[in-house]
């Protein structure tokens, strides 16, 4: 069974500059979690999707900050314009139920450095 | 509010030496808990996890790790380490009847060395 996939791995973009993250779910996965790790700190909650819908945004910091999931299947994550502290590690995760009643998986993760 | 403190954020130990990692989680009411490895270069990967029942868990790769509610802990032990473990810890926590959220540690970074 395939995992949790992101694209890309890696990102470097200049300040002001666009980037999109995407993240593939485990297949039949109705819950997608979006979480972000600034550097030293801990990985923080951003998002829930339950299928297409957003459950619960109360972590995305600013509306700089766009997620959508299309058909309740893959998310992306839009920065629109990036700015400096946006850097760091944007993870997805997705579970069959809800995490108060089974476990994520957790994809390896999208490094965004903002220059 | 919610949080969940690890004791160590960058272990050193020699292989065959024993693991202990602290974590303390301070949520009132009934709470799931995790551990989360990370290898380099891979996705975040489940250790183990309490729900209920048995208050020692144990998980892949020869790790364990003890639910004491009246110390609000959730320690990760290991007997004798490998060079392979070499890797991220975190530890999490979602409180049930709550948010649907993971709160994590800022995690702890253990070396082993050969």
């Known amino acids: 069974e395939a995992g949790v996939t992101q694209f890309p791995s890696h990102s470097v973009i200049e300040k002001g500059q666009t980037v999109t993250l995407r993240c593939d779910p485990i297949s039949g996965h109705d819950n997608l979690y979006w979480y972000r790790r600034v550097m030293g700190k801990e990985i923080k909650f951003l998002l829930h999707?339950?299928?297409?819908?957003?459950?619960?945004e109360s972590g995305m910091p600013n509306n700089r900050f766009l997620a959508e999931r299309t058909g309740g299947t893959y998310s992306t994550l839009k920065v629109q314009p990036a700015e400096l502290e946006d850097s760091g590690v944007y993870f997805c995760?997705?579970?069959?139920?809800?995490?108060?009643?089974?476990?994520?998986?957790f994809g390896q993760g999208t490094r965004l450095t903002v220059v | 509010a919610q949080s969940v403190s690890q004791h160590n954020h960058h272990v050193i130990l020699s292989e065959a030496a024993s693991l202990e990692l602290g974590c303390n989680y301070s949520y009132g009411g009934t709470v799931n808990l995790f551990w989360y490895v990370q290898y380099p270069g891979q996705h975040l990967q489940l250790l183990l996890k309490?729900?209920?029942?048995?208050?020692l868990v144990k998980g892949i790769k020869g790790f364990e790790a003890e639910f004491i509610k009246s110390k609000f802990s959730f320690n990760l032990r290991k007997p004798s380490v490998q060079w392979s473990d070499t890797a991220e810890y975190f530890c999490?926590?979602?409180?049930?009847?709550?948010?649907?959220?993971?709160?994590f540690g800022k995690g702890t970074r253990l070396h082993i060395l050969p």
């Open positions: 999490a926590a979602v409180k049930r009847g709550g948010d649907d959220k993971i709160i």
């Open positions: 999707f339950v299928k297409e819908s957003k459950q619960d």
């Open positions: 309490y729900f209920s029942g048995d208050p």
């Open positions: 995760a997705s579970s069959s139920w809800t995490v108060m009643n089974t476990e994520a998986f």
